[in-house]
């Protein structure tokens, strides 16, 4: 296969995979979970998702997500690495991503802070610096930012939002803005039921669940 019929082909699962999200956010459990869990996203990935989750991690976290070869194409692999760091003064935490190979690579780094305006009320921001980089095509690079909330309304049943890239981009129209807002239920201790709503501008909207255990 040449050259030209491989970026046509990167290009285009790039595409697709963009309007399928989940497909390049991080986390294990949170793939697992179909990304439904923006109400209770209590880990070091959530500055990727809903970074209000962030104030919800009590000590140090620093976590790794690796995917070499996507749908067995290994021009696909993406990594991301994340750290959290609590404090008195709220959760600061950075991360970074990889997507790419030597023909279309993107880079972002992002920088997210999340705290508590009271015992039921979490919120979260973070922004990120992104690079795109085409052979023969140049580059770009553009800042844009995600905020989340969290609602507890009791022990067992919380509501969170998140928005995703609201600073439209005229030279990468793909990266559109988007929300997503759900609903988790803990079922017993060790036991949750997450239900979530995303929607992208100009595309339909899509349902997820998932049950933690």
């Not at 209590?42 to 989750?53: E, K, L, M, R, Y």
């Not at 795109?132 to 930012?145: A, P």
Request: hydrophobic content about 40%; overall charge neutral; charged content about 10%.
């Amino acid at each position: 296969m040449n050259r030209l019929n491989i970026v046509i082909i990167i290009s285009l699962l790039f595409y697709f995979n963009q309007k399928l999200s989940g497909q390049l956010q991080p986390g294990a459990k949170q793939i697992a979970l179909s990304h439904s869990d923006v109400a209770n996203p209590n880990d070091v990935f959530s500055i990727f998702t809903n970074p209000a989750g962030l104030t919800q991690i009590k000590k140090t976290q620093l976590g790794i997500f690796y995917s070499p070869s996507p749908f067995g194409i290994k021009e696909l692999a993406n990594g991301f690495l994340a750290f959290n760091q609590p404090t008195n003064l709220g959760s600061f935490s950075i991360g970074a991503m990889n997507y790419g190979f030597e023909l279309f690579k993107e880079n972002r780094i992002y920088l997210g802070y999340s705290n508590n305006f009271s015992d039921q009320f979490l919120f979260g921001i973070s922004a990120f610096y992104q690079i795109i980089k085409i052979e023969n095509y140049g580059n770009t690079n553009f800042l844009n930012f995600s905020f989340g909330s969290i609602f507890l309304l009791n022990q067992d049943l919380s509501i969170g939002f998140s928005i995703h890239n609201p600073l439209s981009n005229k030279n990468y129209s793909s990266l559109t803005t988007n929300f997503r807002t759900g609903i988790t239920y803990n079922v017993l201790d060790n036991a949750k039921i997450h239900f979530a709503v995303f929607k992208e501008i100009n595309f339909p909207i899509s349902v997820s669940s998932g049950i933690e255990y």
